[in-house]
């Protein structure tokens, strides 16, 4: 995997994946950024976000579940001293389909947080508080 950035001018950055794509990154302008794109930081809990909604999505399909919609809505506290890491991080799954069972989503996203997710199992690693919810909704 890799993947670069580039950049462009005051705080601003092009970042490009392996697989062509990219995004722009961009700093608050108190920091010499024009606010045109997400923080660093702000990418970081982007990519967390997908990664497990990524392996909930996948498990809940496996197992036929009639998921309709799935959104993760992603909480973050960092440090007050440099470096500014992040100490704590919830992730809330709001789940919405016709007639899914807890189990089956509790399932899902416990298997994500503890085996399969990338992003949260590496960030926990490092010391960072990071726990899960969720919320089923019918539809």
Known sequence: MKASVKWTD?????A???SGHSVVIDGPPDHGGRNTGPRPMEML???LGACTSFDVLDILEKSRAPVE????S????RA???PSVFTKIHVHFTVTGKGLKEKQVQ????LSADKYCSASIMLAKG???VTHSFTIVES
């Open 69 to 72: 919609d799935c959104v993760a």
């Open 80 to 82: 007050d001293a440099v």
């Open 10 to 14: 005051g705080r601003q950055f092009v």
């Open 107 to 110: 399932r899902a996203v416990e």
């Open 127 to 129: 010391g960072v508080d």
């Open 16 to 18: 490009e994946t392996g």
């Open 45 to 47: 809990l982007m990519g």
């Open 74 to 77: 992603i909480e973050a506290e």
